[in-house]
């Protein structure tokens, strides 16, 4: 005999009944139409058949005021945060009334309301975010959780790893919810791990463990009680592992070759439907007869909807570019203030110093971490006295995790906050560049401009006497080519505080990669208040027969051969492109036509595949044709070694600067004046 049930559990088994069938329902209508001879969502759809009690207990339990990110397979979740079903329909159909204008599909839908913040088709991405939007919460004191979700087989990624790390040193309040369904996409979840219980896995970081019947939302909606009283308490994160059946295939059109029979018959009779009609029957709580009227009456109110959905337009082609970045800032010129703005004689990286601390005091949701970041001030000293100064909930040292400390950066800045991190070495970036190409350069884009993740990676690179190959690559060119990222690269200590500052000031990502062979150069600062827009080149020297164009650590190397070349009557414009994404073509056209078409671009990246290449080729796209003459200067295609004689051979320098453009302009000079008279 099944324990008696309670009046108020009878109301919310009657309820999750309902619920289930309706997240079932909305799964099978995505499945016919993305199955069907012609469909009408195309692409992989991930369907959570035989896992909907999940969420149904999970959101019984959380508060309005918490926070879900789900895996890719999260369309229960989407729902019972209160995402519409129409407007979900909808974004799987590629309508653009769908909740982001069609432009996420079923995997990706983001940021549709404030308590789900989405899901991520990237496996086990969403543990690091979730411990960001988490960190927001705690440092706003609000009493608030963050419910991340993710299969089995994402207990084996590194980033999931990293997020539990970082949630114990913190307490942050996450509740970590594994959905076993026993299959890690195709591959069965014993044929990776040997352990019974994956919440075992919890107790060596030690995280609180625990292992329920995900079918039963009764037990479900308990455990997460649990769960968020714990959270909330400061007792820090907790891992629920959810034993789940798979009822359906890993995607839409798997057709499960690899499963056992045996193993799929058994799994459906652990659906989670059937359960509950189960339980409410021998309960005496419904019928077998009343809850077929009940998903009458649904199928009909469904029906409805999936005909107006289908009835939608598609998005206009015209809205397709739009929404990458945010519109650049005017600029407000203000005489009085940079009349009256404090002047200080500071190296480089003191002007970092100072750009930090500004945005710290004038700004209450600036938080500064990183690696060695809060008590040892940095390795190279960047935030020296910060935390001394603002407290270690707002300047703090993270674990040794790139992607948990970038990750967290996303679900801080989805919050409200404006996170600087700094990853030591920009070489280091590319063990966690996930976070920063498919989470946070997408968020804008995906949301229609809605949602912003307002956050600035810190990084330093290039190469210094000593420096090996995994201490000194140039990435600029990598991370300009993604779409929705803003790249700055600040050549002196005016622009080391001046880019910084903007960076912070601006609504989207932006990457601000700094030159440790400058860090010690001193001059003088202006410390303005009011920030300058992310954007826009800085011609540093006029002239007229050739531009010397680059950026970063090339710059003292340009002015010196602009001198170089004045004493040769060649006359060169120095430009600085600062800002690399988005590029400011207006004063690079206008400074390579000043100097009749003739421009040496200088990078310290390699050679084959520098942004030198695209500065270029863009000129070559805006200017007459004929009209460029040009070369480059990088380095080889080589890895760059520690040797000081060796790294002088392969670097660009004054000499090989002024040969090229002393070349350039001999052999180009005659030959474009009769051309142009």
């Known amino acids: 005999m099944p324990s008696p049930i309670s009046a108020s559990d009878a109301e919310f088994l009657l309820s999750a009944y309902e619920r289930v069938y309706r997240i079932r329902q909305f799964e099978q209508t995505a499945f016919d139409l993305s199955t069907s001879k012609e469909p009408n969502i195309v692409g992989s759809v991930h369907l959570c058949a ?73 496996v086990g991405a969403g543990g690091p975010i ?5 960190m927001a919460a705690m440092l706003e004191g609000a009493n608030r959780v963050v419910a991340v979700t993710f299969g089995d087989g994402a207990t084996s990624q590194g980033a999931l790893h990293e997020a539990f790390v970082f949630a114990v040193s913190r307490k942050l309040p996450v509740i970590f919810v594994c ?22 896995r919890a107790a060596g970081y030690g995280i609180q463990g625990v292992t329920i019947n995900g079918i039963d939302p009764l037990a479900v909606r308990e455990t997460f009680a649990l769960a968020r009283e714990r959270a909330v308490s400061g007792e820090g994160p907790v891992f629920i592992e959810c034993r789940v059946p798979r009822l359906w295939g890993h ?100 002007a970092v110093n100072e750009a930090l601390k500004a945005e710290l005091a004038s700004n209450p949701n600036v938080v500064v971490y990183g690696e060695d970041v809060g008590h040892a001030g940095g390795i190279f000293g960047a935030s020296r006295y910060l935390q001394r100064e603002f407290g270690e909930e707002r300047v703090f040292d993270t674990p040794i995790a790139e992607a948990a400390i970038l990750g967290s950066a996303v679900g801080a800045a989805l919050e409200g906050k404006r996170p600087i991190v700094e990853i030591m070495w920009a070489d280091f970036l590319l063990v966690a560049l996930d976070q920063i190409i498919n989470q946070a350069a997408n968020i804008r884009y995906l949301t229609q401009g809605r949602r912003t993740v307002p956050l600035v990676v810190r990084v330093q690179q290039g190469a210094t006497p000593g420096s090996t190959a995994q201490h000194s690559q140039c990435l600029e060119a990598m991370l300009s080519h993604i779409p929705g990222l803003r790249v700055g690269l600040p050549a002196t200590p005016q622009d080391a505080y001046s880019m910084l500052r903007a960076a912070v000031a601006d609504d989207d990502p932006v990457i601000i990669i700094e030159s440790r062979a400058l860090y010690q150069i001193p001059t003088s600062v202006s410390l303005t208040q009011s920030a300058e827009p992310a954007f826009g080149a800085t011609l540093r020297r006029s002239g007229q027969d050739v531009a010397l164009v680059g950026w970063g650590t090339v710059l003292p190397l340009l002015e010196q051969a602009a001198a170089d070349l004045e004493k040769i009557d060649i006359s060169a414009a120095v430009l600085d492109l600062r800002w690399l994404a988005p590029l400011d073509w207006e004063a690079v056209c206008e400074t390579v036509s000043a100097c009749g078409g003739r421009v040496i671009v200088a990078h310290e990246a390699n050679h084959t595949g520098g942004f030198g290449a695209e500065v270029i080729a863009g000129l070559m796209e805006r200017l007459p044709p004929g009209s460029v003459r040009f070369s480059r200067i990088a380095a080889p295609d080589v890895r760059i070694p520690a040797s000081p004689v060796l790294q002088e051979a392969l670097l660009p320098s004054r000499r090989k600067i002024v040969d090229a453009a002393a070349s350039l302009f001999r052999a180009n000079a005659p030959q474009m004046e009769k051309e142009n008279a």
């Open 50 to 122: 035989g896992q909907e009690a999940v969420p149904i207990g999970a959101l019984a339990a959380l508060e309005e005021q918490d926070r879900v990110i789900a895996t890719y397979r999260g369309h229960g979740w989407a729902l019972e945060c209160g995402v519409s079903a129409e407007g979900l329909l909808a974004e799987l159909c590629h309508k653009a009334a769908g909740v982001n204008g069609g432009r996420s599909g079923s995997a990706l839908v983001t940021a549709p309301n404030d308590r789900f913040l989405g899901e991520n088709s990237i």
């Open 130 to 134: 979730a411990c960001g939007a988490a």
């Open 179 to 200: 959905e076993n369904n026993g299959w890690s996409e195709m591959t069965p979840i014993s044929r990776i791990t040997k352990l019974d219980r994956l919440a075992k």
């Open 251 to 350: 995607y839409n059109r798997d057709i499960e070759h690899y499963r056992p029979k045996q193993e799929r018959q058994e799994a459906q009779t652990r659906d989670p439907l059937l359960w509950i009609e189960q339980r409410l029957c021998e309960s005496a709580i419904s019928s077998a007869v009343e809850l077929e009227l009940l998903r009458q009456r649904i199928d009909q109110e469904w029906a409805a909807v999936v005909e107006k959905v289908l009835a939608l337009p598609a998005p206009d082609p015209e809205t397709a570019k739009l929404h990458v970045v945010g519109p650049h800032r005017p600029v407000l010129a203000n005489a009085s203030e940079e009349a009256t703005a404090e002047v200080k004689d500071l190296t480089y990286i003191q």
